[in-house]
């Protein structure tokens, strides 16, 4: 039989055939890389890494963008950086995921978007939990954002004065109210909602004061001096500080039987009086929607900042009864949740 010859075209054909064979067997995720196109998106949050109701925030959004096309075994890689509380660690952390570079960043409140938009000009922000983004700079209107920052508010202008008048109707007697917030991370946020409450509470006869506060001593001096007062209540604000020390304001607003309102719906599970508010998970999904199109090629300044539109009325029978609060029925049967 005569020998088979294998010329070198032949030899480099096969060569070929056999590498490409071998690239179509690599993960997906070491192509993607090779290919340049893994994604990096920051997370900057000011909390500690082991609270657990943030942590099951940040796994919402996870889930929501590995909906959307975008996961860590392929295609994208999250940074995560945590802040503690401290504030003062938050630009540097901010500087760290500026440098890596990242794609876009996520950033939860006013001081955190603060901190990052320090840091660039030119990669994507988009924050979540943010009060007033056009008084704080972040955007020129809401409908234009007009840079590289675009995400999702806080307010909706009925807000101060749906939870006074929630306040009011789970305990009537409140005739003067605190609305507290820690000037130091929500100058403009803290002043933006006092303002929405003040204006509120000129119709019904309530006085209303400013209830500043920073840290665990502030919180329990504060409620302490409030239930020295006849008919006090306090409405808690959405800021950074306040909702890290949480845990305090409930335990001081039960210790001191304040009458106490809390603008985030975990509050009340918690051991609080009384939510009104937003969802945060579905803001998270909603900014991974966000960030979606901007990996796909949107820019910030073509999506508009968005508010909340659908609030929830949390009620703890518990907090109230503790607090010698009888709920009215009619009030119970509009709660979307009680908790007994």
Same mark, same amino acid.
């Given at each position: 039989?005569?020998?088979?010859?294998?010329?070198?075209?032949?030899? %480099?054909?096969?060569?070929? $055939?056999?590498?490409?064979?071998?690239?179509?067997?690599?993960?997906?995720?070491?192509?993607?890389?090779?290919? /340049?196109?893994?994604?990096?998106?920051?997370?900057?949050?000011?909390?500690?890494?082991?609270?657990?109701? $943030?942590?099951?925030?940040?796994?919402?959004?996870?889930?929501? $963008?590995?909906?959307?096309?975008?996961?860590?075994?392929?295609?994208?890689?999250?940074?995560?950086?945590?802040?503690? +509380?401290?504030?003062?660690?938050?630009?540097?952390?901010?500087?760290?995921?500026?440098?890596? *570079?990242?794609?876009?960043?996520?950033? %939860?409140?006013?001081?955190?978007?603060?901190?990052? %938009?320090?840091?660039?000009?030119?990669?994507?922000?988009?924050?979540? !939990?943010?009060?007033?983004?056009?008084?704080?700079?972040?955007?020129?209107?809401?409908?234009?954002?007009?840079?590289?920052?675009?995400?999702?508010?806080?307010?909706?202008?009925?807000?101060? /004065?749906?939870?006074?008048?929630?306040?009011?109707?789970?305990?009537?007697?409140?005739?003067?109210?605190?609305?507290?917030?820690?000037?130091?991370?929500? *100058?403009?946020?803290?002043?933006?909602?006092?303002?929405?409450?003040?204006?509120?509470?000129?119709?019904?006869?309530?006085?209303?004061?400013?209830?500043?506060?920073?840290?665990?001593?502030? $919180?329990?001096?504060?409620?302490?001096?409030?239930?020295?007062? %006849?008919?006090?209540?306090?409405?808690?604000?959405?800021?950074?500080?306040?909702?890290?020390? &949480?845990?305090?304001?409930?335990?001081?607003?039960? &210790?001191?039987?304040?009458?106490?309102?809390?603008?985030? !719906?975990?509050?009340?599970?918690? +051991?609080?009086?009384?939510?009104?508010?937003?969802?945060?998970?579905?803001?998270?999904?909603?900014?991974? /929607?966000?960030?979606?199109?901007?990996? &796909? +090629?949107?820019?910030?300044?073509?999506?508009?900042?968005?508010?909340?539109?659908?609030?929830?009325?949390?009620?703890?029978?518990?907090?109230?009864?503790?607090? +010698?609060?009888?709920?009215?029925?009619?009030?119970?049967?509009?709660?979307?949740?009680?908790?007994?």
């Amino acid at each position: 039989m005569p020998r088979l010859e294998v010329s070198g075209a032949s030899m %480099r054909r096969r060569d070929f $055939i056999r590498l490409a064979s071998g690239a179509a067997a690599w993960p997906l995720a070491a192509r993607a890389q090779q290919s /340049g196109s893994i994604k990096r998106i920051g997370i900057l949050l000011p909390f500690s890494e082991n609270d657990q109701q $943030i942590q099951t925030e940040v796994q919402t959004f996870r889930a929501a $963008i590995e909906l959307l096309g975008w996961n860590e075994r392929s295609n994208v890689k999250f940074e995560a950086r945590w802040a503690g +509380g401290d504030a003062g660690r938050l630009q540097s952390l901010a500087k760290e995921l500026v440098e890596l *570079p990242c794609d876009v960043i996520l950033t %939860r409140s006013t001081p955190v978007t603060a901190a990052v %938009r320090r840091e660039t000009s030119t990669i994507p922000i988009v924050f979540v !939990l943010v009060a007033d983004p056009v008084g704080d700079g972040f955007v020129q209107s809401l409908a234009r954002p007009g840079g590289n920052i675009t995400g999702f508010s806080t307010v909706e202008p009925s807000l101060g /004065g749906k939870w006074l008048e929630l306040l009011r109707e789970i305990a009537p007697q409140v005739g003067q109210v605190g609305v507290m917030f820690d000037p130091n991370t929500a *100058p403009n946020g803290g002043s933006f909602y006092f303002h929405l409450i003040e204006t509120a509470a000129a119709s019904i006869a309530v006085r209303v004061s400013t209830a500043p506060v920073s840290d665990d001593k502030d $919180i329990f001096r504060t409620i302490e001096a409030s239930a020295k007062e %006849r008919n006090f209540g306090v409405i808690v604000m959405p800021d950074q500080t306040t909702t890290v020390r &949480r845990k305090a304001i409930i335990e001081a607003a039960a &210790r001191y039987r304040v009458p106490t309102i809390y603008p985030y !719906l975990f509050a009340a599970d918690e +051991g609080g009086l009384i939510s009104y508010g937003f969802e945060v998970a579905d803001i998270y999904r909603q900014a991974a /929607g966000y960030i979606d199109r901007i990996l &796909r +090629g949107s820019k910030p300044d073509e999506l508009p900042v968005q508010e909340p539109v659908r609030f929830q009325l949390i009620i703890n029978l518990n907090a109230a009864k503790s607090l +010698g609060l009888v709920v009215p029925p009619i009030m119970q049967q509009r709660a979307d949740k009680v908790i007994e």
